[in-house]
């Protein structure tokens, strides 16, 4: 697998806006009073589907845009990014350009309310996020189409007049330490920060990125530091208008953008701040030929190779790096990750270059490591370099780059839309990597075949120029230090000399080779012949004893891309904790045993994935469609004649294991929604019932229970994209024709097609369900406020009320009153019910956090019964909005229609029908919901509250712990009837009553006869 780099991101969270309508025209009418762009770039390089308008500008201060006008567009969006990150944070101050980007959202000097920029997006249908990374600080919004002006004022101000008011900065301060506590039990975090700080003392990758309250408070504050003028003065150094970039996607006009975009960014000041660059890497010769031992959190083992190479970007024409990461990171047949596998040493492998910063680079190759693999790290790293020296000999080869070539231009031609939100955050970074006319088209397009760079990275990736890492519980013993932020425990050895001298000569190995040309690349992008009459929604075209089939031809997208998707249904598969197991290692050894035959057709862009579900298994095919049958049948063919092979059993058996313990040192509010869904779940097997199960299970059971499991099945499925009605019937029948012949598949009685339900929490009901963690310091709970069976306006009113107290529910939970960073209000809906859930991480008691959600639910009442027609009436349009925004990919609107399918109600015009019904919802009903089954008293609230505790050492403050009383500034807790302790679950399942599932929306026997 290719090496990809993940930005780490700073979440806010979602929130939107008013009508400007007169504001734009304003603007429009403004801009020739302000400065102009000075450079016009209309010859952007864009796929040959695209269909939006792009240009660029630069404006007289220096700053890039990328317009992109979109007629169509059910959501306008823009990004700002700011090529300045945490490596430019003051050696004093540790996580300063994150804590800044956490305080632009909190107030500017027009619009000094702190949550104004989230109330209007959330009042407009938008929502709103930030990341800071290394180099970067990127900023976006996305916004009902008519907002745009609105909203990108609101957001102008950021870079124009952020307020910083002392009290928002030391709250913050708070909300940015509760974020890093949430990280300091993750080992993707652990480990990273890790790797920076054994870089040289002096170098800027060293730094701790996130900031803590110590890195940001307490050691500032002991040198005399004033983080509040020191913020400003980082915004006044480096937010400056020649080192940001912005990408704004709109249904107006470019010229109309373009009016939009100048008066409101013109007075940005361009204080001719320098791009940072980095000549130095950060591992010079002090710090390489060393091996660092880590012990981390979870049960997990892995090795890294890593080798310093100069910064690749500016040779993205022809892209060296990728070329090898292609070769080195291939899972086919005579690949590096082959032989691991064969060995039984590893189970995956990621090979690849690896961005640092301006100036440098890595390319790293990283694989997990099974019980008997970290016994070889020697021969691992043996292996690797014998590939190398394979590269080496066969020297580039420019029939590969032509292959990659090939594959990124189809990419490009045939690239997906994206949500416009995340569109503009990736191209406004891209506009600094990439000349203007290049920015859409140069993540993409190979142009130069150069086999001098790639001899250049091949002479960078030697024993002299290497750093190893590996993590394992067995290192325990033979760590003796501890890194500074997380605490990490890790010893660094120097590579004795006989090992590197070996490593740099070793021989070729026979069993390693080049990848074979790709034959899934597809040839053929037609699309199919126009079904006559074609239904606008999924139709029924098949319904057997063993199957039934649903299918839409694609006539939005027009791209030669399918989806396929189908349940296979058996009740041997979930009837038990052993047999639930039994189909979890059948899946998972079956993916293993195909991988490499799959992995050419996944990088041809045509992927599958089967994973269990609780009926059974669930099978997906996607991509372009000319290769699909091939794939399918490989796939039907192997899944009913699959053998268990004894040595990848054994290693799957005891990684399976440790998936389940690992999830005791998962985040806590995945705890809380473990258990809140074990709870309202009429079937579902705990960890402990699984893990018990698991040791009986060998390989003769394994290989007996296959064939059963398929000898009954039922299939449910769903075609849709550039697909023929004939063409989706026969690759149907080609799937019920092997799993017949091999399998002697027959139909299961109707009788065994069931499907679970959800327990019915009584009326007036308040259960508290208490467990531990014991490895992080937070605590946390999830509120579920069952209400009911999915019906539309059940389901409108639930999602107005959501709508309606989303935005205050983060303001008052996480900003003002600093319960912790994460603060979530939403939708559970399982099993055809469903609720309100209010789920918060914290370093306080669950209790007391409780106490606190149920004081805000309280304050709804008077918040929505003095809200003003106008303000409700945006809601609603807000939510339409929402709903109504259209899937931009084949995937996507495949993932609405099965979603229909799987939950068997099967109302494909969902959005359609309940957004008719949301239009005509009066406030009154919504406060009469609101009365009904949320607030304190309701006559059919339903109320489960799941509290896990922490045990950790260091968990909460002394002060939050300890104080259960209610500050005088907040609003007061409600008097809450005593509940009921939920000290047994089997027993607490037992009392209950199930909910009905929900009817089918269609008339399934009309939709029969009209076969």
Known sequence: MLLIKQATKSFLVVRSSLRFKSFSRCLSSMASKHVKATIHHDKIIKSPQDKRQYRGLELNNGLKVMMISDPDTDKSAAAMDINIGSMSDPWELPGLAHFCEHMLFLGTKKYEQENEYNKFLNE???????????????????????????????????????????????????????????????????????????????????????????????????????????????HSKYYSSNIMALSILGKESLDELSDLVAPLLADVINKNTSVPEWKEHPYGPEQCKTICYAVPVKDVRNLSMSWSIPDLHPYYASNPGHYLGHLVGHEGPGSLLSELKAKGWVNTLCGGQSSGAKGFMFFKVDVDLTEEGIEHLDDIV??????????????????????????????FRFKDKEKPRNYVSGLSGSLHDFPMTETLSGPYLLTEFRPDLINMILEKITPDNMRIGVIGKKFQDRVNQKEKWYGTEYQVEEIPDVKLKYWGSCSLNDKLALPVRNEFIPTVFDLTPREVDPSPLP???????????????????LLPKACINFEISSPMAYSDPTNCNMTNLFVTLFKDALNEYAYDAELAGLHYDLNCTIYGMSLAVGGYNEKQDVLLRKIMEKLTSFKVDPKRFAIFK??????????????????????????MSEVKWTNEEL??????????????????????????????????????????TMIEDILQKQSGTRSLLPSQKKHF?????????YYVCEENNQVHKSSS????????????DTNMLLELFIQIIGEPCFDILRTKEQLGYIVFSGIRRTSGVQGMRIIVQSDRKPQYVENRVEAFLQSMDAYINDMTEESFQKHVTALAAKRLEKPKKISGQQSRYWGEIVSQQFNFDRDDIEVAYLRGIKKSDVYNFYKEHICVGAPRRHKLSVHVMSTAEGNGSPDSQDSDSTPDSLASTPELPPPIIVRDIADFKRDMALFPLPKPYIDLQKARSKL
């Open 539 to 557: 139709e029924m075209v098949k319904d057997s004893a063993l199957t039934r089939l649903w299918f839409k031809q694609d006539d939005t997208f």
């Open 382 to 411: 043996t292996l690797t370099y014998q590939y190398v020296n394979l590269l080496r000999k066969a020297g580039p080869q420019e029939w590969i780059f032509k292959e990659c070539q090939d594959l990124s231009a189809m990419t």
């Open 691 to 732: 893990m018990q199960a698991l040791e009986d299970i060998t390989v003769e059971k394994l290989q007996a229970f296959i064939p059963d499991l398929l000898s009954k099945l039922y299939l449910e499925g769903l075609i849709y994209g550039n697909f023929t009605k004939q063409k989706a019937l026969e690759v149907t």
């Open 781 to 792: 709970i999830e509120i579920y406020y069952q209400c009911g069976v999915q019906l539309t």
């Open 124 to 234: 407009n249908g938008g929502s709103s996020n930030a990341y800071t990374s290394g180099e970067h600080t990127n900023f976006y919004f996305d916004v009902a189409p008519d907002n745009l002006a609105g909203a990108l004022d609101r957001f102008a101000q950021f870079f124009l007049g952020p307020l910083f008011t002392p009290s928002a900065t030391e709250r913050e301060i708070n909300a940015v330490n509760s974020e890093n506590d949430k990280n300091l039990q993750s080992d993707p975090w652990r480990l990273h920060q890790l790797d920076r700080s054994l870089a040289k003392p002096d170098h800027d990758y060293i730094k701790f990125g996130t900031g803590n309250k110590d890195s940001l408070d307490t050691i500032p504050k002991s040198k005399g530091l004033d983080v509040r003028e020191e913020l400003l003065k980082f």
């Open 654 to 679: 005891e990684m399976y294991a440790r998936s389940m313990r690992n999830f005791q040192a998962e985040q806590p509010h995945r705890h809380a929604i473990y258990y809140t869904n074990i709870l």
């Open 757 to 765: 339900r959800e327990l019915q929490l009584p009326d007036g009901c």
